[in-house]
């Protein structure tokens, strides 16, 4: 970001490409290999729709996607997946373990206090 409106800055940014890349490979992958009985992807865009559509149609498994933005998700999921959620803030925070959990205080992994 800089001072100057007139100003650009060209950013390249791999790391979520490479996600994407990753779980398109392993999507699939993992369902082959029995490695989950379910899958729940969070896209945010239509890049995974194909392995998406591979675990559903090919593997004969469960696949739904979970929606963050509040928009609606792209045309083209309803047709690739068994299902589609919304997850909004409120839904979130109902979501969260309780501070402290029953869970946390038999080991030394804690719920977060805030984010």
């Keep these: 970001m800089t001072s100057d409106p007139g100003t650009f800055v060209e950013i390249h940014d ?7 890349v990753n779980l398109a490979a392993y999507l699939p992958h993992d369902g082959w290999m029995e490695r989950y009985e379910a899958a729940l992807v969070m896209p945010q865009d239509s ?3 194909e392995p998406i559509r591979m675990v559903r149609d090919g593997l004969k498994k469960p696949i739904g996607v979970v929606w963050l933005d509040g928009r609606q998700p792209s045309k083209r999921f309803p047709n690739v997946c068994s299902f589609i959620r919304h997850a ?10 309780p501070v402290p959990s029953a869970w946390a205080r038999r080991s030394s992994c804690k719920a977060a206090r805030a984010w």
């Design 88 to 97: 909004t803030p409120s839904r979130l925070a109902a979501s969260q373990f």
């Design 14 to 20: 791999t790391e979520e490409k490479a996600s994407d």
């Design 47 to 49: 890049d995974l729709c």
